[in-house]
């Protein structure tokens, strides 16, 4: 069983920037593959980013391209969302997940660990 823990939620105006991460812990895999989803009010939960953990390989949603960086610290199994240039829309709960292998996909249904959530909240 892995365990994942969010934290790094909170209040931003638009325009600002917030650092996610996630602590994982518990079983560790030889490989696998980190990502952040995030669900807003009445909407289905949407891929944001992910990464794979041994190569370093990362895939973003397209609407997150160029605001928001993935990244990960081998030392502390812990991944990072780093999001720039927060728009309202923004706005939901993320969450991260992890998988086993060394695949990266974009759907929710591929992982299999889950942490609790950590909302963002960007006012306009």
């Known amino acids: 069983q892995v365990h994942l823990v969010e934290s790094g939620g909170g209040l931003v105006q638009a325009g600002g920037s917030l650092r996610l991460s996630c602590a994982a812990s518990?079983?560790?895999?030889?490989?696998?593959?980190m990502g952040w989803f995030r669900q807003a009010p009445g909407k289905e939960r949407e891929f944001v980013a992910a990464?794979?953990?041994?190569?370093?390989?990362?895939d973003y949603a397209d609407s997150m391209k160029g605001r928001f960086t993935i990244s990960r610290d081998n030392t502390k199994i812990t991944v990072y969302l780093q999001m720039n240039s927060l728009k309202p829309e923004d706005t939901a709960v993320y969450y991260c997940?992890?998988?086993?292998?060394?695949?990266?996909?974009?759907?929710?249904?591929?992982?299999?660990?889950w942490g609790q959530g950590t909302a963002v909240t960007v006012s306009s």
């Open positions: 997940a992890a998988r086993r292998g060394d695949l990266i996909y974009d759907t929710p249904f591929q992982y299999e660990y």
């Open positions: 518990g079983r560790t895999y030889r490989t696998f593959a």
């Open positions: 990464i794979n953990w041994g190569s370093g390989n990362t």
